[in-house]
C-alpha cells in the first residue's frame, strides 16, 4: 500500500481564497483523523471520523472549517474564506479499528498570504 | 477531558549521551499509548506501542518506554543517541473505549550534537 496520501504538498493561496486539502486513507482502514501541526500550538487534532461519520469535530477551530468523508477511501479538510492564521501543515492519518497506531500521510503545508 | 504531557519542550545533547522524555497523561481508564517521531520536514513516524501486557516496550532504532500505570506515565528512553535522532518526539493516547480519537502531547524537540 501507497500509505496515507494527501494533496497538494503545498498550498500558497491569497487570504479570502477558499482552500481544499485531500486525504485518501489506506485501503481498509476505518478511521481517519485531520490534524493540524503549528510552532505555536504543536499538533492540534481537528476532526475524527469512524466508517465515514464524522465522531468528533471539537478541535475544528471555527465555521470557517469543515471537512466531509463521502466514502471510505478519500476526505476534504475545507477552509472558506482562508486566513493568514490559517498557515500551518495539515496532516491526515488513519487507522483500522481496535488497537493499532496511526499512520500519517505527508503532510499539506498551507501558506496563506 | 484528556490531556497529554511531555515534560521538556527542547532538549539538547552530545552523541553517546542517554535520552529520556517524559510523558503523562490525565486518563484514568484503560489507554493505548504512543511514540511517534518526526524527523525534519517528514511525518510522523511511528517508534513504538504500548496497548497491553509488558510495560516495557521496545521499539525501532533502539528506542523503548516504560508504561507506569500508578504514575500515569509512558517515558520514552534510548541509552545512546546519535546524531540521527535530531527530531521531534510526540507522546500520543488513545482512551481504549474513545472509539478511536488520539491525541498528542506537545511536542519534545531533540537536538543532537556531533
Known amino acids: 500500500d501507497a500509505g496515507v496520501i494527501q494533496s497538494p504538498r503545498h498550498e500558497v493561496t491569497e487570504m479570502g481564497q477558499e482552500v481544499t486539502l485531500r486525504c485518501k486513507p489506506i485501503?481498509?482502514?476505518?478511521?481517519l483523523f485531520w490534524y493540524r501541526q503549528t510552532m505555536m500550538r504543536g499538533l492540534e487534532l481537528l476532526i475524527y471520523?469512524?466508517?465515514?461519520?464524522?465522531?468528533?469535530d471539537s478541535g475544528m477551530p471555527e465555521d470557517r472549517f469543515s471537512a466531509k468523508m463521502p466514502n471510505a477511501s478519500f476526505s476534504t479538510l475545507k477552509i472558506q474564506p482562508s486566513e493568514p492564521r490559517d498557515s500551518a501543515v495539515y496532516f491526515c492519518?488513519?487507522?483500522?479499528?481496535?488497537?493499532?497506531?496511526?499512520?500519517f500521510g505527508q503532510g499539506t503545508r498551507l501558506t496563506v498570504v | 477531558a484528556q490531556s497529554v504531557s511531555q515534560h521538556n519542550h527542547h532538549v539538547i545533547l552530545s552523541e553517546a549521551a542517554s535520552l529520556e522524555l517524559g510523558c503523562n497523561y490525565s486518563y484514568g481508564g484503560t489507554v493505548n499509548l504512543f511514540w511517534y517521531v518526526q524527523y525534519p520536514g517528514q511525518h510522523l513516524q511511528l517508534l513504538l506501542k504500548?496497548?497491553?501486557?509488558?510495560?516495557l516496550v521496545k521499539g525501532i532504532k533502539g528506542f523503548e518506554a516504560e508504561f507506569i500505570k500508578s504514575k500515569f506515565s509512558f517515558n520514552l528512553r534510548k541509552p545512546s543517541v546519535q546524531w540521527s535522532d535530531t527530531a521531534e518526539y510526540f507522546c500520543a493516547v488513545k482512551e481504549s473505549d474513545s472509539g478511536g480519537k488520539l491525541q498528542f502531547g506537545a511536542g519534545t524537540q531533540v537536538v543532537v550534537t556531533p
Open positions: 504500548y496497548f497491553s501486557g509488558d510495560p
Open positions: 492519518a488513519s487507522r483500522t479499528g481496535g488497537n493499532t497506531e496511526a499512520f
Open positions: 471520523f469512524n466508517n465515514n461519520v464524522p465522531i468528533d
Open positions: 485501503s481498509g482502514h476505518n478511521s
